[in-house]
């Protein structure tokens, strides 16, 4: 998807009011939206939706025509909401986990593989010298974690449609409701006008991490000010994307196990994995922006942020929580975010030879950003992602 949104003006609708949306992350230019519904003030479509005597379309009129019956499709499909519609009320993490705490997840618990396979001398090496296991008591929890990253989207459960209104109205700082699909989605991130359609690696807890993001009191600013580097003119990215591949990184370490010590001392896992998807993005966020990475380095820098999570699990977490012990007595600013790495910069693809060119195992491998789950893995067994 094109990544230059750039916190301009831009179409929403938004409880079928005209206004304008002040974009509280960037801090820039107020972003202004001007709903369908306010089309139906000019004479011309207003006449052709009163269902009045319309002309036949001559050659002239085809394109009148044409808007006619796009409009009747999108209204039937996305009806706008009406003033006096309340807003959706925003949902707390916890009660969108306690909601697939107390359903019933049986069919999909089948599916899943918490940990991963190994066989042979891996199987060997892993026992003796491996991380260690999760204790008994928490595997259910953490069998639950992965039953949630097989859900689907389902328009049809309220906590599903408001866990998606949370996400968009925490990140841009709105208090109104959103349609169920449409371009906004894409100003956040999403490769489309359904968010839905991004989540097929990471399943719904692709959107239970950035509602954790966004809830916390402590770390919404870092997703705002994330969000806000995602919408620079030159250092764009998709935010949503990004933040699913930082749920599937997140997941794959915790099927590496990589993650039990943390979760065996602090009795919990969703807790521990919570942390840890905030402490990967923030590593990116770092990487992204003190090394001034653009979209086209983006193959590279999510390779990059993958390997150091899964060696450096422990580290990871202990730098999410310096950082936020920082913002807490107000040494990191708003818009800041000091990396102890920025010394040593990684080098650009451009600077690695072949321009958007990666050696992987001999070969010349080309990188795309096009999704989620794209991305090679070096893994022992018969891993393999959600």
Same mark, same amino acid.
């Given at each position: 998807?094109?990544?230059?949104?750039?916190?301009?003006? /831009?179409?929403?609708?938004?409880?079928?009011?005209?206004?304008?949306?002040?974009?509280?992350? @960037?801090?820039?230019?107020?972003?202004?939206?001007?709903?369908?519904?306010?089309?139906?003030?000019?004479?011309?479509?207003?006449?052709?939706?009163?269902?009045?005597?319309?002309?036949? #379309?001559?050659?002239?009129?085809?394109?009148?025509?044409?808007?006619?019956?796009?409009?009747?499709?999108?209204?039937?499909?996305?009806?706008?909401?009406?003033?006096?519609?309340?807003?959706?009320?925003?949902?707390?993490?916890?009660?969108?986990?306690?909601?697939?705490?107390?359903?019933?997840?049986?069919?999909?618990?089948? @599916?899943?593989?918490?940990?991963?396979?190994?066989?042979?001398?891996?199987?060997?090496?892993?026992?003796?010298?491996?991380? #260690?296991?999760?204790?008994?008591?928490?595997?259910?929890?953490?069998?639950?974690?992965?039953?949630?990253?097989? /859900?689907?989207?389902?328009?049809?459960?309220?906590?599903?449609?408001?866990?998606? $209104?949370?996400?968009? &109205?925490?990140?841009?700082?709105?208090?109104?409701? /959103?349609?169920?699909? +449409?371009?906004?989605?894409?100003?956040?991130?999403?490769?489309? !006008?359904?968010?839905?359609?991004?989540?097929?690696?990471? +399943?719904?807890?692709?959107?239970? =991490?950035?509602?954790?993001?966004? !809830?916390?009191?402590?770390?919404?600013?870092?997703?705002?000010?994330?969000?806000?580097?995602?919408?620079?003119?030159?250092?764009?990215?998709?935010?949503?994307?990004?933040?699913? @591949?930082?749920?599937?990184?997140?997941?794959?370490?915790?099927?590496?196990?990589?993650?039990?010590?943390?979760?065996?001392?602090? $009795?919990?896992?969703?807790?521990?994995?919570?942390?840890?998807?905030?402490?990967?993005?923030? =590593?990116?966020?770092?990487?992204?922006? @003190?090394?001034?990475?653009?979209?086209?380095?983006?193959?590279?820098?999510? &390779?990059?942020?993958?390997?150091?999570?899964?060696?450096? #699990?422990? $580290?990871?977490?202990?730098?999410?929580?310096?950082?936020?012990?920082?913002?807490?007595?107000?040494?990191?600013?708003?818009?800041?975010?000091?990396?102890?790495?920025?010394? =040593?910069?990684?080098?650009?693809?451009?600077? $690695?030879?072949?321009?958007?060119?990666?050696?992987?195992?001999?070969?010349? &491998?080309?990188? =795309?950003?096009?999704?989620? /789950?794209?991305? #090679?893995?070096? !893994?022992?067994?018969?891993?393999?992602?959600?």
């Amino acid at each position: 998807m094109e990544g230059d949104a750039t916190g301009a003006s /831009c179409a929403q609708v938004m409880n079928g009011l005209t206004g304008r949306l002040v974009d509280r992350t @960037n801090g820039g230019a107020p972003l202004t939206f001007l709903p369908i519904a306010a089309l139906k003030q000019n004479g011309l479509l207003q006449t052709l939706m009163a269902g009045g005597d319309t002309p036949t #379309p001559t050659e002239e009129d085809e394109e009148l025509e044409k808007a006619r019956q796009e409009w009747e499709a999108l209204e039937n499909a996305h009806p706008a909401l009406t003033e006096d519609a309340s807003p959706t009320p925003v949902i707390s993490f916890n009660e969108a986990l306690q909601f697939f705490q107390t359903s019933d997840l049986g069919g999909l618990l089948k @599916n899943i593989q918490p940990t991963v396979r190994r066989t042979g001398l891996a199987a060997v090496t892993r026992f003796l010298f491996g991380p #260690p296991r999760l204790q008994r008591e928490l595997l259910e929890e953490r069998d639950l974690v992965f039953a949630i990253a097989q /859900c689907q989207v389902d328009n049809s459960q309220a906590v599903h449609m408001r866990v998606l $209104q949370t996400v968009y &109205k925490r990140l841009v700082g709105s208090k109104l409701d /959103c349609p169920r699909y +449409g371009g906004h989605w894409e100003s956040i991130g999403f490769q489309g !006008m359904d968010p839905a359609t991004d989540l097929r690696g990471t +399943g719904f807890l692709g959107l239970m =991490h950035p509602l954790y993001f966004v !809830m916390d009191p402590e770390t919404l600013p870092l997703a705002r000010d994330i969000y806000k580097l995602s919408q620079h003119p030159t250092q764009n990215f998709p935010f949503s994307v990004m933040s699913i @591949n930082m749920t599937r990184i997140a997941l794959q370490v915790l099927r590496e196990e990589a993650l039990s010590k943390e979760c065996n001392r602090r $009795q919990q896992v969703v807790g521990v994995l919570n942390d840890f998807y905030v402490a990967t993005y923030l =590593h990116l966020y770092q990487l992204w922006r @003190n090394q001034q990475k653009t979209i086209n380095d983006s193959g590279f820098v999510l &390779k990059e942020v993958e390997l150091f999570a899964k060696k450096n #699990p422990k $580290q990871m977490l202990r730098r999410l929580e310096v950082f936020l012990k920082e913002r807490r007595a107000g040494r990191i600013p708003r818009g800041t975010s000091p990396d102890p790495q920025a010394q =040593h910069p990684s080098p650009t693809l451009a600077e $690695q030879g072949g321009g958007a060119l990666m050696e992987q195992g001999g070969k010349v &491998k080309e990188m =795309h950003f096009t999704g989620v /789950c794209d991305l #090679p893995l070096d !893994m022992e067994g018969e891993a393999r992602l959600i």
